[in-house]
């Protein structure tokens, strides 16, 4: 995989770049704007023309937008809905002048609707965004299962593609805590292939666009979205190794999203590369053998 961080960028887009050339990033995500406000600032063409040169000139890719977390894109609130739709729509716009080729954005509940009601309000925010553009994919990330989740098993994310009549712009995105917390027994390898098996078999391997990397300390199943450092929680080394492994994942960008505390990104990031070193000496023996 391609490891990177989620970035913060309050300094500034530039400097966001210096952070992830200095952790020797090979990709980057970032919040298409305030992580918590509805607010879309102005974006300057000039910075993004800056930051995309600066990016190639690093060889960071993919560059990742990710949407604020009040998106909530199934929202039975007709204000509530248009601003999420607004808001991920200015985030497939951002992506497209600063040379980042995929959003990825959290999908949302029903808030008692009902999952089909949910879900067509999903796919009609998605296509609007779609329409803005010609080259930026949006890539729907699987939730934690929680509340009215949308989109939290693959089954739900297949018939959600279905109903955009598969887009060839629209992919997915794994999040390690969240397969846990949906019931993905991904400490041990064999659950790893289970998981990779299932999206495989309803949505298709050539749509997972994004890996978030996230340990968690919550129980297998909880429906809890709570992330933690790599190998410190309940998915652990072997589940890491397997996954940063797995056959066909191998150009795709693996995000750090852990905890920010001084000096834990470096650790984290250290960690998935020797898990991912390590296997790939293992197979080297194996064919010399």
Known sequence: MRFGVHIRIERGLL????????????????????????????LDHELASL????AAELDIHPVIL?????????SPDQ?????SRDLLTDAVQRAATLGADRVVTHIGSHKGE?????????????????????????????????????GSRFDELARIIDKLDGH??????????????????????????EMFEDMRRLVGLDRLKLVHLNDTRVELGSHQDRHYHIGRGNIGN?????????????DLPGI????????????????????????????KTRKNA
């Open 15 to 42: 400097p966001a770049l210096d952070r992830a050339s200095e952790l020797k990033c090979e990709s980057i995500q970032l919040f298409s704007g305030n992580p918590r406000s509805w607010a879309r600032p102005s």
């Open 168 to 193: 060839p712009r629209v992919g997915i995105a794994i999040d390690t805590a969240h397969l846990y917390a949906v019931g993905y027994d991904i400490s041990r390898a064999e659950g790893v292939d």
């Open 114 to 150: 009902g999952w089909e009601k949910g879900a067509i309000r999903v796919v009609d925010a998605v296509r609007f965004a779609l329409d803005t553009v010609s080259d930026v994919i949006v890539v729907l990330e699987l939730g934690a299962g929680s509340g009215g989740s949308v």
């Open 79 to 83: 204000a509530i809905w248009i601003r």
């Open 51 to 54: 930051f995309s040169t600066r």
């Open 66 to 74: 990710h949407t604020p977390y009040l998106v909530n894109l199934a």
């Open 238 to 250: 072997e589940g890491f190794r397997a996954i940063v492994n797995f056959p066909g994942t191998e």
């Open 256 to 283: 750090i999203e852990t905890p920010y505390e001084p000096g834990w990104d470096e650790k984290n990031l250290a960690l998935l590369r020797k898990l991912a070193s390590l296997q790939t000496r293992r197979t």
